[in-house]
């Protein structure tokens, strides 16, 4: 079974200095790997995804994700926090094969202080 | 191009009683979802149809859920009758190719 962890229900950051929200994952096979952000009392919006090639993606807003295979991670980043990044980020994971769907993480909450 | 719609936006009704929720999907979206997200988790698939089939709803509570999507197009969530724990915001999504577009979601509480 697929799964994903985000040790961290909560990164407190400062603006203008990096953010890195922690994600990693189990799946069979290659991973199709995603990171969605929710607003208050908003659905989940797209960020960015990772198929294959570039271990490093770069998705909406400035923000980047990074693959590692060998750690099964896939870290969100940015280089310079602003207050209007805060928000709860998903990390999500699903496979090749079978019925394709994509399973969440429990979120993680961005804070950035001004 | 339109995002996916949902409503009612909110919800609040009392144990026992019933409620269903519609969802329309971005045109020409094959893949439609309906999640459950309880408050401070993540997103949890109750079910999956790929144009008016089934594909997978091994996590929808079938005694008192359901879900139909007749014409391949909208959807709708029922839920009969309702609890307590059911309290939660459903998300409907759709996608073409792997890629999850939602809707804002139906919140829904529960007295």
């Known amino acids: 079974a697929q799964s994903v962890a985000q040790p961290e229900d909560q990164v407190n950051v400062a603006e203008g200095n990096p953010l890195t929200v922690k994600c990693t994952y189990s799946v069979s096979g290659n991973p199709y790997l995603f990171w969605y952000v929710q607003y208050p009392n908003r659905g989940l919006q797209f960020l960015l995804k990772y198929i294959t090639g570039d271990n490093l993606v770069k998705g909406s807003y400035g923000f980047e994700a990074e693959f590692n295979k060998s750690q099964t991670s896939f870290h969100l980043k940015k280089p310079s926090a602003l207050v209007s990044d805060s928000a709860l980020y998903f990390c999500a994971v699903r496979g090749w094969g079978g019925s394709y769907i994509p399973t969440f993480g429990r979120g993680t909450s961005l804070i950035v202080h001004p | 191009e339109a995002g996916v719609a949902q409503s009612p936006r909110y919800k609040i009704i009392e144990k026992r009683q019933s409620v269903a929720f519609w969802c329309n999907p971005i045109s020409g979206h094959a893949t439609l979802y309906w999640y459950q997200q309880i408050l401070g988790q993540g997103p949890k698939l109750l079910i999956q149809?790929?144009?008016?089939?089934?594909?997978?709803d091994s996590q929808l509570p079938k005694d008192r859920f359901s879900a139909e999507r007749l014409k391949g197009v909208d959807s709708t969530l029922k839920i009969q009758p309702a609890k307590l724990e059911d309290s939660a915001v459903y998300l409907c999504a759709s996608s073409l190719d792997g890629e999850l577009f939602f809707g804002e979601g139906s919140r829904l509480t529960v007295l």
């Open positions: 149809f790929q144009n008016n089939g089934v594909v997978d």
